[in-house]
């Protein structure tokens, strides 16, 4: 097959632009500092509030990740808490995707995860209308929202999660902040992750 390679003007002038590239590392710099920052900030939660975790859960463990390639979009997250087996996870995912959205989610897979269902349905009007949506796709790591990838988590909707959540031994639950709702201000940003954090805390506390 042959296929023409050569690069377009505007792609050669991105190419040349050395600006853009210290942008680009200047602003990846910012958002490791904001999310180490996030992670001390959600530190004094775990402490506050144990969570309803696997055998094996280590409430300390953390990982900072920087890629380049989510759906060719570079990204930076935080896990914390973490805790990843082949049959068990509970993790607490401050996502930020460029060019989409921040996103804050909770993942969680295994035998668990009827309590935790059992918990939201059981506390719902402490976690409905705080932001927070239903991922539907069966992957954990599908992170885009909107009609057919989430579903809000409201009053009224109840009856509709309860059957969407049926059945299914992960799932995942996310707030979803466009960046072109935001101007940068890591305060902010803490703020949010925290604040998500304790909205989904009835879902995994005893």
């Known amino acids: 097959m042959n296929i023409h390679n050569s690069l377009t003007a505007d792609e050669w002038h991105v190419f040349g632009d050395h600006d853009f590239f210290l942008k680009k590392s200047a602003i990846s710099a910012k958002l490791k500092l904001t999310l180490e920052k996030l ?44 805790y990843y087996t082949r049959r068990d996870k ?24 009827k309590n935790y269902r059992l918990n939201l349905f059981n506390r719902f009007a402490e976690v409905a209308d705080r932001q927070l949506s239903v991922c539907l796709s069966s992957s954990l790591w599908e992170w885009k929202a909107g009609p057919g990838f989430t579903l809000d988590i409201t009053h009224t909707r109840r009856s509709e999660i309860a059957a969407t959540l049926d059945r299914r031994t992960a799932f995942k639950i996310a707030r979803f902040i466009p960046i072109h709702t935001l101007e940068y201000d890591e305060g902010d940003i803490i703020h949010a992750g925290v604040s998500t954090f304790q909205s989904i805390l009835p879902i995994i506390t005893p």
């Not at 309803?52 to 990204?75: N, R, S, T, W």
């Not at 509970?90 to 995860?113: D, M, T």
């Open 39 to 82: 992670h001390l900030a959600l530190q004094p939660e775990l402490t506050t509030h144990p969570l309803l975790a696997p055998d094996g859960f280590d409430p300390e463990a953390v990982q900072f990740v920087k890629g380049e390639h989510l759906e060719d979009c570079p990204y930076q997250y935080l896990d914390f808490p973490r």
């Open 90 to 113: 509970l993790a607490f995912r401050s996502l930020c995707w460029w060019g989409h959205h921040l996103v804050f989610a909770l993942i969680v897979e295994g035998p668990l995860v």
